[in-house]
């Protein structure tokens, strides 16, 4: 069993940044990569960034490359996602979730954290 909690959501204007976190605990140690994953009102589940967690490479959705960062603190086992620039279509549910495998694809993430809500308006 994994757990996962996020938290850092809430509101902030176009152009500004938020971090959010994710604290994993449980059985932890088939996890290979930790991702972020989106999903929009009315609009299918995106990819948003992972951590591989073997060798802490990452990737990045083109919507967020440079914008966004993600990282890890091993001694907290916890997954940041830094979000800078933010734009109002980056508004979403933002998920943190663990796969066995390091991927790009929302439905091959095993495990889910609740959510976090972001909302980027004026």
């Known amino acids: 069993q994994v757990q996962l909690v996020e938290s850092g959501g809430g509101l902030v204007q176009p152009g500004g940044s938020l971090r959010l976190s994710c604290a994993a605990s449980?059985?932890?140690?088939?996890?290979?990569?930790m991702g972020w994953i989106r999903q929009a009102p009315g609009k299918e589940r995106e990819f948003v960034a992972y951590?591989?967690?073997?060798?802490?490479?990452?990737y990045y959705a083109d919507s967020v490359k440079g914008r966004f960062t993600i990282s890890r603190d091993n001694a907290r086992n916890t997954v940041y996602l830094q979000m800078n620039s933010l734009k109002p279509e980056d508004t979403a549910v933002y998920y943190c979730?663990?796969?066995?495998?390091?991927?790009?694809?929302?439905?091959?993430?095993?495990?889910w954290g609740q959510g976090t809500q972001v909302t980027v308006s004026s």
């Open positions: 449980g059985r932890t140690f088939g996890i290979k990569a």
């Open positions: 979730a663990g796969a066995t495998s390091v991927t790009v694809y929302p439905d091959a993430y095993t495990y």
């Open positions: 951590l591989s967690w073997s060798d802490g490479m990452t």
